[in-house]
């Protein structure tokens, strides 16, 4: 059984989609946490500057803004 194998397209198929309905879910988390996710580099910045760029609430929101870019670059892979 090869990659030219109908099973296999299925089976690949099934598991693009396992994978879009994972980033899906775990993108609501982001937006659901306790602590807010940037939407953007700018925003970022902006509380950085803002809180004078130290804390834990801001290394949590940049931890979370790099999860959500590396969540947003295999979407992009996938399409």
Do not use: C, W
């Not at 990659?3 to 296999?8: G, N, Q």
């Not at 929101?61 to 870019?69: A, C, F, L, P």
């Amino acid at each position: 059984m090869g990659f030219d194998s109908p099973f296999f397209y299925k089976s690949y198929n099934i598991y693009i989609m396992d994978i879009h309905s994972y980033i899906k879910e775990e993108m609501r988390k982001l937006d659901k946490g306790i602590v807010a996710t940037p939407q953007d580099r700018e925003y970022l910045e902006s509380f950085a500057q803002a809180t004078g760029g130290s804390g834990l609430l801001l290394m949590q929101m940049s931890m979370q803004y790099g999860y959500k870019i590396a969540l947003e670059n295999v979407q992009d892979e996938l399409k």
